[in-house]
Every structure is written in structure tokens, then in C-alpha cells.
């Protein structure tokens, strides 16, 4: 470590970590900052749904705004690749079949 | 048609009320009638750095409240005849800067100057709302360090979502980017961020680069806008910035570190 700290010395490259750190930190709070408030909720009532057909974790599902020139998407990303689906809750969802 | 430009920031002591009266005295020196306001109620500075903190009578609040007219209270500069500067109130509290009030005044001062600079106070509340609120254009004053340089964007996102100009969906406020306090030497170490770096994080314009320079407190003790001082490498960097806004293109000075000179070695001029 002494050898290596003799050749780049962490003060040469304070400014390259505060670039990427800056960068990190600015893409997360960008992210967050259009978001209406209701998509967290709108997010776990889809998980609840979601949930009742195949086991998914929270974040699985990913929920966005975006706006495509004039037109607002609300973009909705289900992972399912791998989740296992509930039969039980596919019982409760169909009433019809289960009496 | 008078332009009203806000100068922001988000963080504090960055160098807002500094560049607010070297813009203003910039755009005056170029010919243009300009006003520059203080938006710090309570927190009154653009008096002392414009050097005329003996001579307010009356301020921005006794103007929107009535208790002044605008000519009564506007005060010419001695140095330029376009230049005015409208101080703030050093005792009301900062909610006296009603929208409506604030609106009214400008409208009034529309009718009389080219251009109207207002230097918003630090932060994101009321104060610093209603000075962006009613901007046709913003000048965003960031140091190259990690923590201005994300208020910087904080700004110009509520800039884009609670400006006039976006509550009636209009043309967006012009943004742009003015970089103090740069370091040349520092930033050749690898110690500061480059300009390019600032650039690409907050991907605006850049208006101008203000180097670190003896000028600017030299300008605040004797209470001279910095680009009254053409000889100050910071003062001819707000001059290059001010030519800028105006459309002229202007090489990019003062960001490559300055070689000893013998002559600025022996007659100390910064």
C-alpha cells in the first residue's frame, strides 16, 4: 500500500472521486425528483396483484414516469423470469372455479 | 423588451451578490439600463458591494407595501449612469416578499430597464422562490466542489418545475453556468473539478469561468463591482461572461494555470 500510495497519491485524484460521486448521487435525486407522489403506492398495489398469481419480490417490479415528447408513459417493468407461481392465490383469484 | 435574469445558486458563499454586481455593472458598462435587486430580506449585502450602503433611504418591501415609490428608492450608481442598484430590507422578516408585490414592481421597472439582475439569497425557500419565480433568464453561480455543485442542480430542476415560466408552460428559463472561484493550479494537481467536469454533470451552458482572484475581495472591501476593475483577472472574466450573455463568442480565459511573469511578480497585481 505504501509503494502504491507513493505512485497515485490519493490527492492527485480527489477530483475523479468527487466526479463520480457527484454523478452517483445527482442520477439517484434526478430520478426522484418528477416522480408524482403516488407511484410508491401505485408500486405496492401492483405487488400486491402481481403477488397473487407469481411470487415476486419488491424489486422486481420497477414503476416510472417518463415523458416522450408531448406524451406522458407510465412504464411498468414485471421481472418474472424465475418466480414461481402461487397457486393458492391463483384459487382465490378465480371464485368461479373454486366452489 | 427588459429581461429579467436571476442569479442563483442553492449553496451560500459561492459568490451570488459578488457576481450579481459584476453582471450588473458588466451589462451597464456595455450600455444597457440595468437594475440589480436584492432578494436577501433581512440578510441586506449588495449595498456594501456596490459601495452605496450610506445612501439607502428606502428599500424593495416600502415599495411593495407603498410606503415608497420606485424612484425613491433606486439608487444610481455614481461610476455609471445605467447602472441602479434597489437595495432590501436589513429588519422585515423575508415572508414581506409577496408574489404580487413582487410582480407589480418588476412590471414597473420593465417600463424602465433593459435589464433587471436579481440576486437571489441562499437556499430554497420563499426568498430564493420568488426571486427565480418570475425569470426569463438564470445565471446558475457554482464553485468546481462537490456540494455547490449539487445545490446547483437542485436549482435548476425547481427552476424547470416552479418558475412562471413553467406553471404557464412557456418557453423554459434560459439557463446558464457561471463557474467562480476556479483554481487553475489546483485543478492541473487533479484537486478540483475541471470545467468540463462541471459541464457535463450539470449539462447547461457555461456562460463564463470567474478564476480565484485577490481582485474580489479587494472590490468587496472597497465596495467596487469586480468588473469596474478591468485590469483583475476576475473582472475581465465578468466582462468575457457578460459578452457571452449577449451573443458574442469569446474564448474561454483564466482556466489553464498562469505562468510565473516576472512583471506580475514584481508589481503584485492579481
Known amino acids: 500500500m505504501g509503494l502504491l500510495n507513493l505512485f497515485f497519491s490519493p490527492h492527485r485524484h480527489s477530483a475523479a472521486i468527487a466526479k463520480e460521486r457527484l454523478k452517483i448521487v445527482l442520477a439517484h435525486e434526478r430520478a426522484g425528483r418528477h416522480a408524482p407522489d403516488f407511484l410508491p403506492r401505485l408500486q ?5 396483484v402481481v403477488c397473487r398469481y407469481v411470487e415476486i419480490r419488491e424489486d422486481m417490479i ?11 408513459l407510465l412504464e411498468i417493468n414485471i421481472e418474472i423470469d424465475g418466480a414461481k407461481p402461487m397457486l393458492g392465490g391463483l384459487r382465490a383469484a378465480t371464485p368461479g372455479k373454486s366452489g | ?3 429579467v435574469v436571476v442569479i442563483t445558486s442553492g449553496k451560500g458563499g459561492v459568490g451570488k451578490t459578488t457576481s450579481a454586481a459584476a453582471f450588473a455593472a458588466g451589462l451597464a458598462l456595455r450600455g444597457h439600463k440595468t437594475v440589480v435587486i436584492d432578494f436577501d430580506v433581512g440578510l441586506r449585502n449588495l449595498d ?6 450610506r445612501r439607502v433611504v428606502f428599500d424593495f418591501i416600502n415599495v411593495i407595501n407603498g410606503d415608497a415609490n420606485l424612484n425613491q428608492a433606486l439608487i444610481k450608481d455614481k461610476r455609471n449612469d445605467n447602472l441602479f442598484i434597489f437595495p432590501t430590507s436589513q429588519t422585515r422578516d423575508k415572508d414581506a416578499l409577496r408574489r404580487e408585490g413582487v410582480d407589480r414592481v418588476l412590471e414597473e421597472l420593465k417600463q424602465q430597464f433593459d435589464y433587471i439582475i436579481c440576486d437571489s439569497p441562499a437556499g430554497i425557500e420563499h426568498g430564493a422562490i420568488t426571486a427565480l419565480y418570475f425569470a426569463d433568464s438564470a ?5 468546481p466542489e462537490v456540494s455547490s455543485v449539487r445545490d446547483s442542480d437542485r436549482i435548476i430542476g425547481i ?6 415560466r413553467a406553471e404557464r408552460n412557456e418557453p423554459p428559463v434560459e439557463l446558464n453556468l457561471l463557474l467562480t472561484r476556479y483554481d487553475p493550479a489546483r485543478v492541473a494537481k487533479g484537486e478540483m473539478l475541471t470545467v468540463e467536469d462541471v459541464k457535463e454533470i450539470l449539462s447547461i451552458p457555461l456562460l463564463g ?9 479587494r472590490a468587496s472591501n472597497t465596495g467596487t463591482p469586480v468588473a469596474f ?10 466582462l468575457d461572461a457578460v459578452a457571452r450573455f449577449l451573443g458574442e463568442q469569446r474564448e474561454m480565459r483564466f482556466v489553464k494555470p498562469e505562468r510565473r511573469n516576472l512583471f506580475r511578480v514584481l508589481f503584485g497585481r492579481a
Open chain 1, 62 to 72: 420497477r414503476v416510472n414516469l417518463g415523458k416522450s415528447g408531448e406524451t406522458s
Open chain 2, 1 to 3: 423588451m427588459a429581461k
Open chain 2, 209 to 217: 469561468v470567474i478564476p480565484e482572484s485577490e481582485s474580489v475581495l
Open chain 2, 48 to 53: 456594501l458591494i456596490m459601495g452605496c450602503e
Open chain 2, 229 to 238: 476593475d478591468s485590469d483583475s483577472l476576475a473582472g475581465r472574466a465578468y
Open chain 2, 159 to 164: 427552476l424547470a418545475s416552479r418558475s412562471r
Open chain 1, 44 to 48: 405496492k398495489e401492483l405487488i400486491d
Open chain 2, 139 to 143: 445565471i446558475i453561480v457554482t464553485n
